[in-house]
Structures are given as C-alpha cells and as structure tokens.
C-alpha cells in the first residue's frame, strides 16, 4: 500500500465548475500538507502549504486537512482553463520536511 | 517562476553511460533535494543536501549520488545508466525552515 493514495482521473470538467480534488494517507506521523500544480513538461508549482489540521483559503483555491481521517483536499472555485494541469498532492513529517511524499497526481482538464 | 534553474532541459543517453545533471538553488535557501518523477507518477525522493551535506536519502542505490557547492547549487550523478532511469529529475530548494520546496523546471532524462 502506498503512503499516499491519490485518484489519477483524469478529471474533466466544464468552466466555472468547482473541482474537488482528494488524497487520502496512512501515516499519521504526516504534519506538513501541501499542493502543487505542474503543467506538462514542466516543474511542480507550490499552490497551498499548510500546517496539522485545517483550512486554508488563497483566493479561487480551499485546502482542507483532516487528520483524523487521514484525508486531505483542495477546492478550486470558478475553475478556468488555465486551471487545466496535474495536482500533486504532497506531504512530509514534522523535523523531517525534507523528504516530500507525493501522491501520484490527477490531472484535470477544465473545458471552455 | 521560483529561481530554481536546472540544466541541461533534456538529454538522451545510453544504457551503462554515466550523467551528471545541475541545479541552482533560489536565492537565500541552503537546501537543496532530487526526485524522481516518472511518466505518469509523482516525484519520489533521491536525496537532499544542506549546508553541502547529504542529509537525507530515499530508496535509491548507491549509483546515484551527489555533490553541494558552497554556493548551494548542486549535481545529480547517476553511473551505469539503466533503462528504468528515464525520467524527469527535479530539484527543489529551501531555506533553513525546510517547511516548502520550490522546484525547477527538472532535465528530462531518456535513456537508451
């Protein structure tokens, strides 16, 4: 079993739909939660970073953090084409943020 | 853009050859990890270096290596090439708070 478990999709939605985007995990020593985004053929993009259990909001985006059920997920509100991309969930231990475990990505296409 | 720079973009090598890829770290952050990301999948950990150190390694063999300048950038090298080492290899640097890694553009790596 993988340490972090996320939905590959592809996920296809149409403009201005809110996407719901989910990973689950299994070690609960996990403190650091973040989001990137990566385009094709490019490098991960930081979206959200948050700390133990939560939310939090940065404009179109939501990240949500529960740990006692070991799940963690990222909102996108009003979703434009350009939101059109593969996200990353990623997480790490407190002391040790060193080391990033990545979900395996879903990608997301967002139709005009 | 994070300043992460990383070269060469992409490179083709052969099986058993030997390959040495570079990152230069942004601005101001003294730690610097590699990952793994093969088509597909999410980047999984190789190592990371701080203050010129290895401070941290994830399963990969002995075969991979690498090296810290003093000036916080930093070589991936990878001997006797296999066929399952065609990826994209990211770097991804930090500061000494280590809580977010921002990542380069990556090289993209066929071998042959």
């Known amino acids: 079993q993988k340490e972090v478990e996320q939905d590959p999709g592809p996920l296809s939605v149409p403009e201005g739909a809110i996407v719901s985007l989910n990973c689950t995990y299994s070690?609960?020593?996990?403190?650091?939660f973040m989001w990137y985004r990566q385009y094709s053929r490019k490098g991960p993009e930081l979206l959200m970073y948050?700390?133990?259990?939560g939310n939090k909001e940065d404009g179109r985006f939501t990240a949500q953090v529960d740990k006692s059920s070991k799940y963690i997920s990222l909102f996108i509100r009003d979703s434009q084409p350009s939101d059109s991309a593969t996200y990353l969930c990623?997480?790490?231990?407190?002391?040790?943020?060193?080391?990033?475990?990545f979900g395996q990505g879903t990608t997301l296409q967002v139709k005009p | 853009e994070t300043g992460v720079t990383q070269s060469p973009t992409h490179l083709i090598k052969t099986r058993g050859q030997q390959v040495t890829l570079r990152c230069s770290s942004q601005?101001?952050?003294?730690?610097v990890s590699w990952y793994q990301q093969a088509l597909g999948q999410g980047p999984q950990f190789i190592f990371q270096?701080?203050?010129?150190?290895?401070?941290g390694r994830g399963n990969f063999p002995p075969r991979f290596s690498g090296l810290q300048f003093p000036n916080y950038s930093s070589e991936l090298n990878v001997n006797a090439l296999e066929l399952d080492d065609s990826a994209l290899y990211l770097c991804?640097?930090?500061?000494?708070?280590?809580?977010?890694?921002?990542f380069g553009p990556g090289t993209r790596l066929l071998v042959l």
């Open positions: 991804a640097s930090s500061d000494d708070r280590q809580e977010t890694q921002y």
């Open positions: 070690n609960s020593a996990f403190q650091y």
């Open positions: 948050t700390y133990s259990s």
């Open positions: 990623a997480m790490t231990y407190s002391g040790n943020t060193g080391k990033l475990i």
């Open positions: 601005s101001g952050h003294n730690t």
């Open positions: 270096y701080y203050r010129e150190e290895e401070n």
